[in-house]
């Protein structure tokens, strides 16, 4: 345990650790934290001159959305003006600031000198996607001086939002013996409940629902700490703490480039108890972590010394993210989606997955799941009317496997045998929706099977709702699983990312069951199926989980029988001709001999 989550923590704070270098909002306390980012550098035709790899060393200022005159919005439905390709209109505004650029068309060298003959003291670029990447300054860069980091979309979306009420303040730099008292906490490297939305039928005591608790404390301060104290609480339902507990340890200040630090988890000379209750009455749970000074002096730099996450138990939903207490609907805080490809265009799949595990999974049966999709609100044009999903439940037959696999740097085929399928189309003219996938029929567990519910996107450059507050980073490693894997098929090249977008992007999808003691035998004997393509032409091939001969009849919405086949399915597929079909929608029945069913919809153009 000790040598995997070393090597974990090592190579996940590179933000942190690397030079000690930190983005950190400060101030109005809606952006408080570190952020995730990459910065430009000598290597890639920067000129800085501050080393932030000197302790002390750093930048912090008010944030001011560059103006360079320009009309109309880009494609992320951001102002084409706040790209800052030309001469900045607003350099008074600027001035003595920190300038907030949007990627997009021009080079990262020219937003940023742009920016800095403007007066601005440092640049924050947004990058469009949900990810942080490398900037190349090119000629341009070559004459910038000052600071220059990239954040991600969401990350730039929290700071933009906060600016609409007022003023943001950012630290950038390396805060290492900055203060004397300062101690810190990393988001990325703290132990959280496996779930957040907890279903109370596989919580019902505390060998059956606990977690394990840790994190890394550093003393970023000059000043050691001796005495200094972790503490975790827990508040249930009714408010009233359910845990409390503390770890004491002692640090030393940091000596030149030198940070002292200590790991508290499982496994380690320092760990917390496990939290674990003999029952869970339902309703929200707050866990806290929290540090405090040697002697209890003040921090001088408060903002990375709490994180907090909630988990709700509850009668109805398993989900991976966070769950709203009085809807139980999962928490979508962003709309996410990968980068575009780099041969240009739009990947021909996305599949989007959560996965799940459990000892007692066997008591549960499957009726679907919550989730939200949308698309980029680039014009009035934007909709998701027309558009189509799958939604699909999975046994992830080798996910042990794989996750080994991974760990060694080697990459292996996912091997998914479908459990349920729907095809899900949009006929609402929005941007966004709130969406439940239900399965024809429940689908019962295997306990301690890997499971995955997945949505897929065939090229229309869709988005899925994702929770950004939760962070798993460290509970993967303690489980040993991926929690949320994602798929990418760009041309004929199909690669999985098993920690998908990475450790805080979690799809917001909530799985909703039942007791498998409710489930009717009826409802059990339907067989969820999928036909593409969808529309089609001619031949529509269809995917049900099983094998044999069956009976296919096709019908149009007046329930007229229009088509009759019997058909063969091998490997779960099976295949239909629909060219003597007029155009519209139809019904496909698949009924077999021991009584299974399927039904689903198919467009014939």
């Given amino acids: 345990m000790k040598k995997i989550l070393l090597s974990l923590l090592a190579g996940a704070i590179t933000c942190i650790v690397n030079g000690q270098i930190a983005v950190t909002g400060i101030s109005p306390a809606s952006v408080q934290g570190n952020y995730n980012f990459t910065i430009g550098d000598a290597t890639q035709s920067w000129a800085p001159a501050l080393d932030f790899s000197t302790p002390g060393v750093y930048v912090q200022g008010e944030l001011v959305i560059v103006n360079d005159g320009s009309t109309g919005t880009n494609p992320q439905g951001n102002p084409i003006s706040a790209e800052g390709c030309n001469t900045l209109v607003n350099a008074a505004a600027v001035n003595g600031k920190i300038a907030v650029i949007y990627r997009n068309t021009c080079n990262f060298g020219v937003k940023a000198l742009n920016a800095q003959d403007a007066g601005a003291i440092a640049v924050i670029i947004l990058n469009r996607d949900p990810e942080v990447i490398g900037m190349n300054g090119g000629a341009e860069g070559l004459n910038v001086t000052i600071p220059v980091v990239m954040l991600s979309s969401l990350d730039g979306l929290t700071l933009t939002n906060a600016m609409q009420s007022g003023p943001v303040e950012v630290f950038i730099g390396n805060k290492a013996g900055l203060y004397p008292n300062d101690l810190a906490l990393n988001e990325e490297l703290i132990a959280v409940p496996q779930y957040h939305g907890v279903h109370s039928l596989l919580a019902q005591n505390g060998s059956e629902f606990n977690v394990d608790l840790g994190l890394r404390v550093y003393n970023f301060g000059s000043a050691t700490q001796t005495n200094a104290m972790a503490n975790v609480t827990i508040t249930g339902p009714s408010g009233a703490e359910v845990y409390n507990e503390d770890v004491t340890f002692s640090l030393n200040g940091v000596s030149g480039n030198a940070i002292d630090s200590v790991d508290i988890f499982p496994g380690e000379t320092l760990m917390f108890p496990q939290f674990a209750l003999a029952t869970y009455p339902a309703g929200k749970y707050t866990l806290t972590y929290t540090l405090i000074n040697g002697g209890g002096v003040d921090d001088d730099f408060p903002n990375d010394n709490t994180y907090s996450i909630d988990f709700v138990v509850n009668d109805s939903y398993l989900s991976r993210s966070r769950l709203d207490a009085t809807t139980l609907k999962p928490i979508a805080e962003s709309q996410v989606k990968p980068a575009a490809p780099t041969t240009g265009g739009s990947y021909a799949e996305v599949v989007y997955c959560s996965s799940f595990r459990n000892a007692n999974a066997s008591r549960l049966a499957v009726l679907g799941f919550n989730a939200t999709v949308s698309v980029d609100s680039v014009d009035a044009n934007s909709t998701l009317e027309g558009k189509f999903v799958f939604a699909d439940l999975y046994e992830w037959t080798n996910a042990d496997a794989v996750y080994a696999a991974n760990a060694g740097n080697t990459q292996l085929a996912y091997n998914l045998d479908s459990k349920a399928t729907l095809n899900y189309d949009f006929v609402n003219d929005v941007i966004k929706e709130e969406v439940y996938f239900e399965f024809e029929s429940p689908v019962l567990l295997a306990d301690n099977t890997m499971y995955m519910v997945c949505i897929t996107d065939f090229g229309q450059d869709l988005n899925i709702g994702y929770d950004r507050a939760v962070r798993y980073n460290v509970t993967r490693q303690l489980t040993s699983q991926w929690i949320n894997p994602l798929k990418v098929v760009e041309g004929q090249t199909v690669t999985w990312y098993g920690a998908g977008f990475g450790a805080d992007l979690t799809p917001a999808f909530g799985i909703r069951a039942i007791d498998v003691e409710t489930a009717s035998v009826e409802d059990l004997l339907k067989l969820e199926g999928k036909a593409y393509p ?51 929608m139809y019904v496909i029945h698949v009924a077999y001999n021991n009584g299974s069913k399927s039904t689903f919809n198919v467009i014939k153009k």
Wanted: aromatic share 2%; glycine share 8%.
């Fill in 534 to 584: 969808n529309p089609t032409n001619d031949v529509v091939r269809m995917i049900i989980p099983l094998d044999g001969k069956a009976t296919v009849a096709v019908t149009d919405l007046s329930g007229r029988t229009v088509a009759n086949r019997e058909v063969n399915f091998t490997g779960n597929q099976a295949s239909i001709d629909l060219a003597e079909l007029q155009s519209g």
